[in-house]
């Protein structure tokens, strides 16, 4: 079983940057790899980015490549989300997850974080 939490979320103007946390526990953090997933209002859950436990790769949606970087602390448990030059197409629900299964489906999730962002 894997909890993680996610923070950080809140508002901010177009352009702005923001950097959100996903905090693990329940099994060995470093062997895990974990998603980032946003979804808005009336839209579906789209993928943001993943990072490998190791931390030593990352793979991004079109969407945010090169405005987005995932990183990690296994020191912490923690994985974090930088997000800069934030769009009011950015703004959403943003969810962590892990669990990856070959299909791509993940079975653990966090509670959410809001993201707004002000135009």
């Known amino acids: 079983q894997v909890q993680l939490i996610e923070s950080g979320g809140g508002l901010v103007q177009a352009g702005g940057s923001l950097r959100l946390s996903c905090a693990a526990s329940g099994r060995t953090f470093s062997y895990l790899s974990i998603g980032w997933f946003r979804q808005a209002p009336g839209k579906e859950r789209d993928f943001v980015g993943r990072i490998a436990g190791s931390g030593s790769s990352t793979y991004y949606a079109d969407s945010v490549k090169g405005r987005f970087t995932i990183s990690r602390d296994n020191a912490k448990n923690t994985v974090y989300l930088q997000m800069n030059t934030l769009k009011p197409e950015d703004a959403a629900v943003y969810y962590c997850?892990?669990?990856?299964?070959?299909?791509?489906?993940?079975?653990?999730w966090g509670q959410g974080t809001q993201v707004t962002v002000s135009s």
């Open positions: 997850a892990t669990g990856r299964r070959p299909n791509g489906e993940y079975d653990y």
